[in-house]
């Protein structure tokens, strides 16, 4: 992802929504439960992604303790650049599956979106095997650049 500053364009690497709220001047801080995707020239990850693994991906990281109630909401914002291709949506998720099922019903959800536009889309869950982290992935040919953002909400 990138973040726009003094007219200049700089890569954001490996930081939170929070961090990225506290360092812009009147920034208003995100949500708790909101998480930012970011722009990775491959998986960091073992993640099937439809014969494009070793290309460009974001990648949105979730802590390894993230828990998740039995029925919550989710908001997703996906921009993928070039061509453009934005994909936003919000749903309600129940049921006990645990946070990987909950991410790969997301990642279903945001390809079968894609391919209702006929647009070539791919999304995958991992386990960081290093950090324990959860982690979605989204690509498609000729990703250049994005913007993923995933916030879930209270559960009901």
């Not at 490996?14 to 998986?43: N, V």
């Amino acid at each position: 992802m990138m973040e726009r500053g003094r007219g200049r364009a700089s890569k954001v690497t490996a930081r939170s929504p929070q961090e990225i709220a506290r360092t812009r001047r009147g920034g208003t801080a995100p949500h708790p439960r909101t998480y930012c995707g970011d722009l990775e020239q491959s998986p960091a990850s073992r993640v099937e992604l439809g014969g494009f693994e070793g290309g460009a991906v974001l990648r949105v990281r979730f802590p390894s303790d993230l828990s998740l109630p039995s029925r919550t909401t989710v908001d997703i914002c996906l921009v993928l650049k070039e061509p453009t291709l934005a994909v936003d949506f919000s749903a309600e998720l129940s049921g006990d599956m645990g946070v990987e099922g909950c991410l790969g019903v997301i990642a279903k959800s945001i390809m079968t979106n894609a391919a209702l536009l006929g647009e070539p889309v791919h999304a995958g869950v991992a386990r960081n095997d290093a950090t324990g982290e959860h982690e979605l992935y989204v690509t498609k040919p000729y990703l250049e650049n994005g913007m993923f953002v995933v916030h879930f909400g209270k559960g009901a």
